[in-house]
């Protein structure tokens, strides 16, 4: 009886892990890759890829004892937080991009200066463009009809597929333009936003590719509709980032 009222008494409605000591690991990789991109002029790169793959692995024993609340009885409960904290996520990500928009905006249009001179040759790339913005698209209509067919029970491993190949020829586009543009980043304020904004979204780009993956993955593995969440906010992250090319198509390339 006495172990009964122990167990009661000790009852907790969310999964306990047995150490949390590599979420302050988690902490420390982000801290060190924030230095690292601030030291990367005398460092280079070597530095921040051991500080990326050092987070990276933390994140993936993090996310390990995550996915064990979704196989137990209790993530009923535990799924409303998740969909809360990936909500505050996006905002915050809004938030970023919004603040590089405004300097764009502030530089170029406010304070009068000089748009790029050679903007004919900057038209060249605007069939690239608008093919990446017209691969975004298709991959969210695909996004639509995967979640659709997700409800319905129906398997998607088809249509996921054309999703994750429309999101990395997109990179590819991305990249070839990157490779073969006549201005860098030093090339002024135009220059310095062009990179600084394509990249960032690139980089959100292939973020939202290995959410799709990772859900495609457990869906592959039977962890059936318990991961519908997951999904469901998956999906919204790849319309924020379609979202994003359209207003970096609309300002930089017409």
């Known amino acids: 009886m006495s172990g009964c009222l122990f167990s009661l008494k000790f009852w907790n409605d969310f999964y306990m892990i047995s150490s949390a000591f590599y979420i302050s690991l988690v902490c420390l990789g982000s801290v060190g890759l924030l230095l690292s991109f601030l030291v990367i002029v005398w460092y280079g790169l070597s ?30 409960i535990v799924n409303p937080g998740f969909k809360l904290g990936f909500n505050i996520f996006i905002l915050v990500e809004m938030m ?38 017209v691969l975004l698209l298709v991959s969210s209509f695909f996004c639509n009809w995967v979640y659709s067919r997700l409800l319905a029970g129906k398997n998607i491993k088809k249509q996921m597929m054309l999703v994750l190949i429309f999101g990395l020829l997109f990179l590819f586009l991305q990249w070839y333009e990157w490779e073969h543009m006549f201005f860098n980043v030093s090339d002024g304020w135009y220059g310095s936003m062009y990179y600084v904004l394509m990249g960032f979204h690139s980089v959100h780009v292939f973020l939202g590719l290995l959410f799709l993956s990772f859900g495609s993955w457990l869906m592959v593995s039977g962890w059936s509709l318990k991961i519908l969440y997951f999904f469901e906010e998956s999906f919204i992250y790849w319309h924020f980032v379609d979202v994003i090319w359209f207003l970096l198509f609309l300002f930089f390339y017409c």
């Open 96 to 133: 970023f991009f919004f603040s590089l928009f405004w300097s764009f905006f502030d530089k170029i249009y406010f304070n009068g200066c000089e748009w790029w001179p050679s903007y004919e040759n900057f038209l060249l790339f605007f069939g690239l463009s608008f093919l990446g913005t």
């Open 47 to 76: 530095m921040m890829v051991c500080n990326m793959f050092f987070l990276l692995m933390c994140i993936g024993v993090w996310v390990k004892d995550i996915m064990v609340e979704g196989v137990t009885l209790n993530y009923i």
